[in-house]
T-cell receptor, first 114, second 110 residues
Framework: DSGVTQTPKHLITATGQRVTLRCSPR?????VYWYQQSLDQGLQFLIQ???????AKGNILERFSAQQFPDLHSELNLSSLELGDSALYFC?????????????FGDGTRLSIL | GQQVMQIPQYQHVQEGEDFTTYCNSS?????IQWYKQRPGGHPVFLIQ?????EVKKQKRLTFQFGEAKKNSSLHITATQTTDVGTYFC??????????FGTGTRLQVFP
């Protein structure tokens, strides 16, 4: 158990819809990262938050947005969903803001777009 | 853009055989991390290498960071079925951006 909690585990929705994925980091961790992993693909970094502030941005689409709340949990919002957005979305957390910290991953949310 | 490539993409070995995956970056890395993702699971941090030419061992796993800090390797001696999974390297660029490699999927046949 990594200590990172992601909900929901599975999400099935239709094209054009909007969903919110939730992540609670490990106790004491201040950074949260979001990744997308498509079938048989690597991990695509989307965005990082550190102590409530956006820290780094990767290949995140304009239809996607994220935030980190004062209690340090984070949400990833995906809107105007397309078939290609079907993927496994991982959240990871680390102790500090630097990307040199080991990251601890949650179990992921599997998003299926019908 | 900055890329971290891994080879091979897939590797099938007989239990007891050795396995090596190679990680190559187009730019110099500040450090490199390795993760393992079991089938149906999430990536799990294995190790971090920081110094040029650094070698670290974890039981049957040997990790190496190249002298130029642009490549790295993971070698598993005498594979076991528990080694099955996808191994990712992740390189730190400019101390602020961690780029995951494309991964090597290892299958071990008993």
């Amino acid at each position: 158990d990594s200590g990172v909690t992601q909900t929901p585990k599975h999400l099935i929705t239709a094209t054009g819809q909007r969903v919110t994925l939730r992540c609670s980091p490990r106790s004491g961790d201040l950074s949260v990262y979001w990744y997308q992993q498509s079938l048989d693909q690597g991990l695509q970094f989307l965005i990082q938050y550190y102590n409530g502030e956006e820290r780094a941005k990767g290949n995140i689409l304009e239809r996607f947005s994220a935030q980190q709340f004062p209690d340090l949990h984070s949400e990833l919002n995906l809107s105007s969903l397309e078939l290609g957005d079907s993927a496994l979305y991982f959240c990871a957390s680390s102790a500090a803001g630097g990307a040199d910290q080991p990251q601890h991953f949650g179990d992921g949310t599997r998003l299926s777009i019908l | 853009g900055q890329q971290v490539m891994q080879i091979p993409q897939y590797q099938h070995v007989q239990e007891g055989e050795d396995f090596t995956t190679y990680c190559n970056s187009s730019t110099t890395l500040s450090n490199i991390q390795w993760y393992k993702q079991r089938p149906g699971g999430h990536p799990v941090f294995l190790i971090q290498l920081v110094k040029s030419g650094e070698v670290k061992k974890q039981k049957r796993l040997t990790f190496q960071f190249g002298e130029a800090k642009k490549n790295s390797s993971l070698h598993i001696t005498a594979t076991q079925t528990t080694d099955v999974g996808t191994y990712f390297c992740a390189g730190l660029v400019n101390t602020d951006k961690l780029i995951f490699g494309t991964g090597t999927r290892l299958q071990v046949f008993p």
